[in-house]
């Protein structure tokens, strides 16, 4: 199962609203998961089955979606939320990742 | 708090071989299903290995097939990949992960590095 995120990196301040996409190449439910990996660090569990918050993972972050078509949403923007943002599908076969969503300080 | 220590990374000819293992401790290990995740410098991420709670099922992405084993010691809360015919394109960090390939990935170890280069 293919995983395709856009934007591919964006630019953004503290304090504003983000909403990144991704796609699946075929249906998965709600098996899909989000990750953010701050530079130089692993990545770090966001959002799991869709729309449940890892927990200690701040509530500004929001999972939707399901079926093909999911979305992260970053409710104010903070500092240490810079960084790259990557889907996952666990639904069959491999797990796979999208190639990442890059968020930059504009 | 979970933790996960990755060791026994390093450089390695083509067509050599290396094993990974992991220290596992903060959950109950014997429990949990645990991963392989690699990432090329600069590039996504990869699942490459994953094993149940008792090794009893292990799964490998294509491109390791026959070449990587993933094993686990409960008793000494250890993960291991054993990686044979190493091949250029094997060159990652090796990331540690509890959780396996049908749920999700919930801790991660800080990775070990693997250079495969004549």
């Known amino acids: 199962i293919q995983m395709t995120q856009s934007p591919s990196s964006l630019s953004a301040s503290p304090g504003d609203r983000v909403t990144i996409t991704c796609r699946s190449s075929q249906t998965i439910e709600k098996s899909l998961n989000w990750y953010l990996q701050r530079p130089g660090r692993a990545p770090s569990l966001l959002i799991y089955a869709a729309t449940n918050t890892q927990s200690g993972v701040s509530p500004r972050f929001r999972g939707s979606g399901s079926g093909t078509d999911f979305t992260l949403t970053i409710s104010g923007l903070q500092i240490e939320d810079f960084g790259t943002y990557y889907c996952?599908?666990?639904?069959?076969?491999?797990?796979?990742f999208g190639l990442g969503t890059r968020v930059e300080t504009k | 708090e979970a933790q996960l220590v990755e060791s026994g990374g390093g450089v390695v000819r083509p067509g050599g071989s290396l094993r990974l293992s992991c220290a596992a401790s903060g959950f109950i290990f014997g429990d949990s299903g645990m991963s392989w995740v690699r990432q090329v410098p600069g590039k996504g991420l990869e699942w490459v290995a994953g094993i149940n709670w008792n090794g009893g099922s292990k799964g490998y992405v294509e491109s390791v097939k026959g070449r990587f084993t993933i094993s686990r010691d409960n008793a000494e809360k250890s993960l291991h990949l054993q990686m044979n015919s190493l091949k250029a394109e094997d060159t990652a960090l090796y990331y540690c992960?509890?959780?396996?390939?049908?749920?999700?990935?919930?801790?991660w170890g800080q990775g070990a590095l693997v250079t495969v280069s004549s």
């Open positions: 992960v509890k959780g396996t390939s049908s749920n999700w990935f919930e801790h």
């Open positions: 996952q599908q666990a639904y069959s076969g491999p797990p796979t």
